[in-house]
């Protein structure tokens, strides 16, 4: 399934007041907006600082997948981050008027956006845009890694927290850069290690590896974003009888194992061809199992 269409819908800006809770005035919780209008100021602390947190949600066929899960690591980011706890009643509201302004869309990306504010208003801005998303067809069918050290250990999350490993921040420039440069490497996608030799996460995904009839992902408490995703294909293959969990593990480990893939909720199950130089068994049909676990076509 491809998602571009010829006839594509305009993006959608769903703005969600103070983000936090309804309007006293019984206002309604949020608007539709027009992306191409200026809606942000200029003094907003994401605009000068960086400083917010965000979400990337899917929606297959017009259902979204795993919209609490999100909303939970957005309050998790935020609190994190000291922001106030997100209204996740009112954005998941939002969410879905998003969707329904995208009938007919087969795969949509919907970005929740949170940041800290006007400086010296204390008050968050919240906002979702709604595209159709990239075609990620090719990279379901399988993609080259380059490992990338990512100068960090996998004890930064309880020694210094304020390095914020870990959160969904809105200062993503790093993990673009770290894209950018395994694509100077002749890879689509990059996989970050730590600096004591443990592997982490890609910049916009989760690492899964099989090894025989175990399925294996980085410890949280390495310091990686908590995946949504992963967490839906371990439940289903513990389900299903397998060992599935957290391991710390090396690049060596993962170079010999029986199957890698990046996991992200707009890309969905990505399968690893190559590690750097190395190649690694590919397992098309299982891939696209996962891919069916996490739209909830299984
Ligand atoms: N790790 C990082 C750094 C990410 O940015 C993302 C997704 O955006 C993920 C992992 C995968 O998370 P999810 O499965 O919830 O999409």
Redesign the pocket.
Known sequence: MTSSSTDTPAPVLVLVPGAAGAPADGSAPFQLADPAVAQLSVTDLVVTRGDGIFE?IGAFDGTPI?VGP?LARLARSASLLELPAPDQEVIAAAVYAAIEAHADVPELTIRVMYSRGIEGEDTPTCWIDAHVSADWAPYRTGIRVASLDRGLSTTVFDESPWLLQGA?TLSYAV?MAAVREAKRRGAQDALFVATDGYVL??????LLVRRGDAFLTTPVSAG??P????NTLLAALQDEGYEAGEELMSLQDVATSDGAWL???TRLAAPITHLDDTELPVDLGLTARFEDLLTGRA
């Open positions: 990337t795993n999100h969904k993990n996460e890609g910049p916009t995904s989760t990686v974003l995946g949504t995703c992963v996991l992200s909720s």
